[in-house]
């Protein structure tokens, strides 16, 4: 936080200025305000907030979000794309550890409801308040608290072991039950 | 007492890194919830990448997915340049734009085709497929393969087209035009296709923006998005050309839109056979600083978005994909809810979420006892069944 | 002359090969050119080929894909509906030996080794490309025909 007050503030600017200066303080870092592009930090207390607050704005709509796996924890970006003026917006909100839990907007925007199970899946993000946080990408043998994307989990090294051949699906030992 | 009845549809239906298995829960024959679970094709694409260095990995995102072989690497490629701040020379955009529009063609008709057999009109199918296949015979002729393209690369294209190729192109894009026409009229004048497409899976404009719909879906509902147009890349902002929308949200608006997206494609590509310059097909980049970027782009079904981290190392630190059905198949919760059984098959396949397998393993259960009741074969056969009474009617 | 059962099996079956088609996690382009066989162009059903869709119809499982985690037991139970005698495709490079997919992490073993694992004495034949041309499918199915005639 200090180094970002003690560098030189990014100028708000053009129509990605415009759209950052409506999210108020909720923003507390500008990284990047391009022509095209906006990259930004929010406040990780006030993400739903914010979330209304894009999802009101004329053309915008939730792209995408991205998890990371960096040294505080896990940074979720919410790409936010406004249409017609052809911009992405970039959120960052980080989830501290060792909680890294932020809050879900998945209520708010339905369009984040698979993209959180994505992240919760694979990054071990948690996000406080989604309605139905299943399993949404690995497989079911895949075991709880492996995290796949995250930095320490080598792709060939860490790979699970393969649950036991032979185990038909449930789909068909119903069916042989049922004949 | 209503009875619920879970109907389980996959799982074996692939698009981006995963397949779906759809439960619709439905009493009698209306569908009251529907549920998805998908990753059955998921490869780990995202963390495969973090081992190859920027130039493999286009040939890894290009297998995303099979059918929008150009696109994937075209926006990883884009979020690449704007990490680097690249200077691409106007032939290679060019190129870039001729083999994009080409592939959109393919994959409508693909889908076309295949929304043909699923309401009980095999001879469009058939008829769809034969007119898409001089598409593919150029992609391989100018890229070397009908659906692996590897045509981009960090900077450029990786390979350039002769006069030749480029005047087939244009030659064979423009003798699509009379196919095109029969098939738009086909649909538009069939008084059993309006029957059965109208009024059917309606997606409002208010729901394809809260659930972030795009492409076609999107322009189906007279939602006017369209990544070429508002951020444009490649050469299309030097062309002249229309985003299409329909106003209805059903069906039958988003088939008119993917057909009249062909004519459009056509129309690109002539232009850009037309005005294509000369000179180099790529620029030299050295290396890729550290920094973020986002490149997305315009596929066949929607918007392909990637997000690229670079550290200053050879290989990306972190590697984004969303394909574009990753957005449009939740909206299935509002479009399918209220529809009859026979008419799910068609309002499954209107999003177009890449389903090459059309013999998905699908089986409507009866939720007491278990037993299976109908395979995704009947739930066809149900829809074409529909069709073929109504023809009877008119 | 009475033909025997197991002759006339093989007259019947060799004239009229039934396919199903399995996606193991493949990306869509085998998929889709396995579809074009189908159409004009390729026409494979004027050799008797018909895509089915059911195991329990074919004759012949064509796999496509990497073989996942999600997929394996699966495809396993798809290859177990298959009445014998049965042949399975191996189309593309992802099913032959998964590719470039062999290090992620959601693989499960190849097409292959998943088969075996249930039986032994699986007949897989391969097809490599990616993906394999329409054509490098057809000469592949003919392959098929005469392993079962020979059998």
Redesign the interface.
């Known amino acids: 936080m200090t180094v970002a007050e003690t560098e030189t503030r990014v100028p708000l600017e053009g129509f990605v200025g415009e759209v950052l200066k409506e999210l108020g303080d909720a923003v507390i870092e500008v990284e990047c305000c391009g022509a ?2 906006g ?1 930004a930090r929010i406040d990780p207390e006030r993400t739903v907030e914010v979330a209304e607050t894009m ?1 009101a704005m004329a ?1 915008a ?4 979000a ?1 998890a ?2 960096v040294r505080d924890g896990i940074d979720v ?1 919410y ?1 936010w ?1 406004i ?6 917006v ?1 959120l960052k909100v980080l989830a501290e550890r060792p909680a890294l839990a932020v809050d879900s907007i998945a209520g708010a ?3 984040a ?3 959180e199970r994505e992240m919760h899946d ?1 990054l071990g993000a948690n996000f406080r308040g989604h309605p139905d946080m299943r399993r ?7 075991p709880e608290g492996v995290y ?2 995250r930095k320490d ?1 080598d ?2 090294r ?2 699970p072991p ?2 036991p ?5 449930d ?2 030992r ?2 042989r039950n ?1 004949r | 007492m209503s009875r619920r009845t879970v109907v389980n549809i996959g799982p074996f239906h692939p698009l981006q890194e995963e397949a779906e298995f759809f439960q619709l829960y439905v009493d009698g024959e209306t569908v009251v919830d529907v549920d998805v679970r998908i990753s059955f094709n998921h490869r780990g694409i995202e963390k495969l990448d973090e081992s190859k260095t920027f130039d493999q990995v286009p040939f890894v995102v290009e297998r995303v997915c099979g059918i929008c072989s150009a696109s994937h690497p075209l926006a990883y490629i884009q979020a690449v340049e704007e990490i680097a701040h690249v200077e691409v020379p106007e032939r290679a955009l060019y190129l870039r734009t001729i083999v994009n529009e080409l592939e959109r063609i393919h994959s409508h008709l693909l889908w076309v085709g295949l929304a043909g057999h699923f309401l009980g009109y095999n001879t469009v199918f058939m008829w769809v497929w034969k007119y898409r296949e001089p598409v593919m015979d150029i992609l391989e002729i100018a890229t070397g393969s009908r659906v692996n393209y590897a045509n981009c690369k960090v900077g450029g294209v990786r390979r350039d087209m002769t006069r030749e190729q480029l005047d087939r192109i244009a030659q064979v894009s423009d003798e699509l035009l009379g196919p095109l026409d029969m098939l738009t009229r086909a649909v538009l004048d069939d008084p059993i296709l309006h029957a059965r497409l109208k009024k059917v899976g309606v997606l409002t404009p208010q729901a394809a923006k809260a659930y972030g719909a795009t492409g076609p879906t999107a322009r189906g509902s007279g939602v006017p998005i369209d990544v070429r147009r508002d951020d444009p890349y490649a050469a299309y902002d030097r062309l002249a050309w229309e985003v299409i929308t329909a106003p209805d949200g059903d069906v039958f608006s988003k088939t008119v839109v993917r057909l009249r997206e062909c004519f459009e494609a056509v129309r690109i590509i002539k232009q850009c056979v037309r005005d294509i310059p000369g000179g180099a097909i790529d620029a030299h980049v050295a290396a890729i600083p550290p920094g973020e970027g986002v490149g997305h782009v315009e596929a066949p079904r929607g918007e392909t978005f990637h997000y690229v981290r670079s550290d200053g190392s050879n290989r990306p630190v972190r590697h984004k994909v969303r394909a574009p059905s990753f957005n449009n198949i939740p909206t299935f919760k509002a479009s399918c809810i209220g529809q009859q059984i026979p008419d799910v098959a068609i309002t499954l396949a209107s999003v177009d979420p890449c389903y090459s397998c059309t013999e998905r393993m699908c089986r409507v259960v009866d939720a007491e006892s278990l037993r299976p009741r109908y395979t995704w074969s009947d739930l066809v056969r149900l829809s074409q069944q529909k069709t073929a009474e109504l023809r009877k009617k008119w | 002359m009475a033909l025997t059962t197991k002759a006339w099996t093989k007259w019947a079956l060799t004239r009229s090969l039934w396919v199903y088609h399995v996606n193991a996690g493949a990306c869509n382009n085998c998929d889709i050119e396995v579809l074009d066989l189908l159409t004009p162009r390729y026409d494979i059903e004027r050799f008797g080929m018909l895509l089915v869709g059911s195991p329990r119809h074919a004759d012949v499982l064509a796999v496509t894909g990497v073989c996942t985690r999600q997929t394996a037991p699966r495809v396993q139970e798809v290859y177990l509906q298959t009445p014998r005698p049965r042949v399975v495709l191996a189309i593309g490079s992802c099913a032959c030996g998964q590719g470039i997919f062999t290090e992620a992490y959601h693989m499960a073993r190849p097409v292959d080794e998943t088969l075996r694992a249930v039986d032994p004495d699986a007949t897989i034949l391969y097809v490599p490309g990616c993906p394999p041309k329409p054509e490098a499918m057809i000469a592949a199915v003919v392959k098929a025909i005469e392993y079962l005639k020979s059998a």
């Open positions: 095209r592009r990259w999802l053309g709509r939730l792209a995408t991205t990371l796996d970006l790409h794309a249409e017609p003026q052809g911009v992405v970039t925007v339905p369009a409801n698979w993209i694979l949404l990408i690995l497989d079911d043998s895949w796949p994307l989990f792709q060939v860490d790979r393969l649950p051949d032979q185990t038909p699906p789909v068909g119903r069916e049922a």
